[in-house]
T-cell receptor
């Protein structure tokens, strides 16, 4: 069964600190992996997308890594801000056409002043 | 408007009533997707359209659920004889083909009382 597992489920950090969120997947075949940020009551917003051959991708203070051999990805947030408080969802695409996504349950991040 | 628009944002209905949600995708996006998200979970795939053709339906989409995309533009998702278990956020997303990312709407929050 295709699965995407994220850890931790929730995380509280102080403003200005860094944090790393983890994503393990058993999805096969693998097409690409995406990280989304979802504010409460809003739809997910794309942060990064990585294909099989990419190991790292940055978007401002967000850096995603991918190890396709171990089927692991991480999202590193640098110098956190209060506005980073949200759910971060790891999503794996398992068809070449990019139509079939498997979502992780998300990590709920809270940044405190 | 360059975003995906969903209406209504919130819907409260009595059990047994029918409800219909609308999604207006980004105009040049030919693919449209519906997802359901319950609290604390990642979105779950319901169905997707390429232009006006409904190409894939999840087993989650029981016979009480129907989706349409007439003329390949906006889409509607109807739930008949609503049940309390239908309470969730219903997300719509659209994209072009290839590996282009998904753009999500802000969702319709359904509460069945």
């Amino acid at each position: 069964k295709n699965q995407v597992e994220q850890s931790p489920q929730s995380l509280i950090i102080l403003e200005g600190k860094n944090c790393t969120l983890q994503c393990n997947y058993t999805v096969s075949p693998f097409s690409n992996l995406r990280w989304y940020k979802q504010d409460t009551g809003r739809g997910p917003v794309s942060l990064t997308i990585m294909t099989f051959s990419e190991n790292t991708k940055s978007n401002g203070r967000y850096t995603a890594t991918l190890d396709a051999d171990t089927k692991q990805s991480s999202l590193h947030i640098t110098a956190s801000q209060l506005s980073d408080s949200a759910s971060y969802i790891c999503v794996v695409t398992w068809d070449n056409a990019g139509n079939m996504l498997t979502f992780g349950g998300g990590t709920r991040l809270m940044v405190k002043p | 408007d360059t975003g995906v628009s969903q209406n209504p944002r919130h819907k409260i209905t009595k059990r047994g009533q029918n409800v219909t949600f609308r999604c207006d995708p980004i105009s040049e996006h030919n693919r449209l997707y519906w997802y359901r998200q319950t609290l604390g979970q990642g979105p779950e795939f319901l169905t997707y359209f390429q232009n006006e053709a409904q190409l894939e339906k999840s087993r989650l989409l029981s016979d009480r659920f129907s989706a349409e995309r007439p003329k390949g533009s906006f889409s509607t998702l109807e739930i008949q004889r609503t049940e309390q278990g239908d309470s969730a956020m219903y997300l719509c997303a659209s994209r072009r083909g290839g590996i282009y990312g998904y753009t999500f709407g802000s969702g319709t929050r359904l509460t069945v009382v």
